[in-house]
């Protein structure tokens, strides 16, 4: 039997009894939990090589820091002037990766002079820490791990492709009655399986049409629970998502989620179980209320390509070679990155600024 079939099987083997110890029925948020961050089995949490360029790599998607390193120089001229404007000298990653963009901001703030004191990753997935170790190897004195925040933070938090891996509820109207999408066993087979539901998405979708879409208590829950240790700072996520009115659009009938195995796309995550990533588009509008409502401000929200041209993203094409601008364009490019991926910036304990990103194309009146 080969090592990822072993794998599989294991983890099928934990998920089949929390099943079973479940009543026969997992909320597929409880089933994505288990599929991605189970200790040593789950996606995040086992040994497969994930992020790379080329499926060749064995590797299953590619992130902006390995597209170009012009990404995380760019992050770092917007975390340069939060320390500055919050008066901190700590920051914090979450969902690290391979390490790429963590040691683009150290190098970039290292050429821009800014001094800190301390770059935290906090990481669920022990598997990759190693990994990061050796990429950060220069910057050991400064660079720490946690798996879980302290009771108090202070400093500039960063996430790049870090909500949309938070596990989802799938929520489906069938003839005009709401239904929870969830995990079933039948005949040892991983099935899907609806069960009536008070659940709706945050705002009526019009129509009477069959529809599905997720809802995300999970990654909202998260940024409260940031919200309420952060005692002063600032905050910048970037994913692929959307708006409220646009996530829920009538014509987004078929959600969001999906899988990624060796570069490749699909809508099935019972199939490899453990050896995909599986997501959901962000709702920012949901992110932004949940900020607010524990106590935070919002910065800024707009599309990566506005924010990273703020940044100063033409400068840094004009002192590239040909390949290399080639790959960074990919970061702005609307057909790319550039429209999909957005930037939403928060902030605590401080006043609201016009932050560097945020100073044209900002879209905030859309959430």
């Known amino acids: ?37 189970t200790p040593g089995l789950g996606y995040y949490a086992n040994d497969t090589a994930k992020f790379g360029a080329l499926p060749d790599s064995g590797s299953d998607f590619v992130t ?46 290292d050429r821009l002079g800014v001094q800190i004191e301390r770059y935290t990753i906090v990481d669920l997935s022990g598997t990759l820490r190693a990994r990061q170790q050796a990429k950060l190897a220069a910057y050991a004195a400064k660079v720490v791990w946690a798996s879980e925040l302290p009771t108090q933070m202070q400093g500039v938090i960063v996430g790049n492709e870090v909500l949309d891996a938070m596990p989802v509820q799938i929520i489906a109207r069938v003839n005009g009655d709401w239904f929870e999408r969830g995990i079933a066993l039948q005949d040892g087979k991983l099935v899907w399986a609806h069960r009536p539901t008070h659940l709706r998405p945050p705002l009526d979708v019009e129509g009477e049409h069959d529809y599905e879409t997720e809802i995300h208590p999970q990654g909202e829950a998260f940024i409260r629970t940031l919200a309420e240790h952060l005692e002063r700072g600032a905050a910048f996520f970037i994913d692929y998502g959307f708006g409220e009115s646009e996530y829920y659009h009538p014509q987004r009938h078929m959600g969001t989620m999906v899988c990624h195995y060796q570069h490749q796309v699909d809508s099935d995550p019972l199939d490899k179980v453990g050896l995909k990533d599986i997501t959901a588009h962000v709702n920012f509008t949901g992110t932004a209320v949940a900020a607010q409502d524990a106590g935070m401000d919002v910065l800024g929200y707009t599309t990566q390509a506005h924010f990273l041209i703020n940044c100063g993203l033409q400068a840094k094409l004009d002192a590239m070679g040909e390949a290399e601008r080639a790959m960074a364009l990919k970061l702005m490019m609307e057909h790319e990155m550039g429209e999909l991926f957005k930037v939403i910036g928060l902030c605590k304990g401080v006043e609201p600024w016009d932050a560097l990103g945020f100073v044209r194309g900002d879209r905030t009146h859309r959430l």
């Open 1 to 37: 039997m080969t090592e990822p079939a072993i794998l599989t099987n294991a983890l099928r083997s934990h998920i089949d009894k929390a099943i079973a110890q479940a009543g026969g029925w997992l909320g597929f948020d409880q089933f994505m939990a288990l599929a991605l961050y």
């Open 64 to 109: 902006a820091p390995e597209i170009s390193p012009a990404f995380g120089q760019l992050v770092a001229a917007q975390i340069a002037e939060a320390l500055a404007r919050t008066g901190t000298r700590e920051i914090w990653e979450f969902g690290a990766g391979t390490g790429a963009l963590a040691l683009q901001i150290l190098e970039e703030l």
